[in-house]
């Protein structure tokens, strides 16, 4: 069974920094390509960032470019999202998905199957 | 970026009826990548459906997807108890990936 399990989340005030953490369990982890969703509190989705299988190729949406940045150590089944200068904005859970492919195609775009259970991250001082 | 539209926002229905829920996108999706996925309170989303009309593994035969173009449905034929909850559509055929902004679908 694919299990998920996000930690790292926190308070953490404007400006401030903090790293995700996603551990991964029950596939094969260095051959698909993970994904970032958020979901503000009582809002909908947002993709954010996605990384390829072996982590050449990462993407980002341009509400967190410049500021995130997604990682993955495949010795580890880890993902990671290191996240600088966070706004209040940014406060919401963070869910950390796997794909159905490698992630390193030029046409690819990410599809979400199965979730983590998410971390909540809250910005604000 | 494409913006997808859900509706209704609401939607009230009893146990046993049938859902109709519209997902309508600002262009076309590419190669039919429209997915639906359903929420739970508290609960991370579970993707219910893939390449607009495939069930994910473990989705009852009740719920069916269908669409082309710019607008897509999703369909639940007979409600059960466990099937209120929120609903979203998502197109990964075009860069950023992209969501609805949700359905709700409670009991009446």
């Known amino acids: 069974e694919v299990q998920l399990l996000e930690s790292g989340g926190g308070l953490v005030q404007p400006g401030g920094s903090l790293r995700l953490s996603c551990a991964a369990s029950?596939?094969?982890?260095?051959?698909?390509?993970m994904s970032w969703v958020r979901q503000a509190p009582g809002k909908g989705l947002e993709w954010i960032s996605a990384?390829?299988?072996?982590?050449?190729?990462?993407y980002y949406a341009d509400s967190v470019k410049g500021r995130f940045t997604i990682s993955r150590d495949n010795s580890k089944n880890t993902l990671y999202l290191q996240m600088n200068s966070l706004r209040a904005e940014d406060t919401a859970i963070y869910y950390c998905?796997?794909?159905?492919?490698?992630?390193?195609?030029?046409?690819?775009?990410?599809?979400?199957?199965?979730w983590g259970q998410g971390t909540l991250v809250t910005v604000s001082s | 970026e494409i913006v997808l539209t859900q509706s209704p926002g609401t939607l009230s229905l009893s146990p046993g009826e049938g859902a109709t829920l519209s997902c309508r996108a600002s262009?076309?999706?590419?190669?039919?990548?429209l997915a639906w996925y359903q929420q739970k309170p508290g609960q991370a989303p579970r993707l219910l459906i893939y390449?607009?009309?495939s069930r994910a593994t473990g989705i009852p035969d009740r719920f069916s997807g269908s669409g082309s173009g710019t607008d897509f449905t999703l369909t639940i034929s007979r409600l059960e108890p466990e099937d209120f909850a929120v609903y979203y559509c998502?197109?990964?055929?075009?860069?950023?990936?992209?969501f609805g902004q949700g359905t709700k679908l409670e009991i009446k």
């Open positions: 998905a796997k794909d159905r492919l490698k992630g390193d195609s030029s046409n690819w775009n990410p599809r979400f199957d199965p």
């Open positions: 029950g596939f094969t982890f260095s051959s698909y390509a």
């Open positions: 990384i390829s299988h072996t982590g050449g190729n990462t």
């Open positions: 262009q076309s999706v590419s190669g039919s990548y």
């Open positions: 390449g607009v009309s």
């Open positions: 998502q197109q990964y055929g075009s860069s950023p990936a992209t």
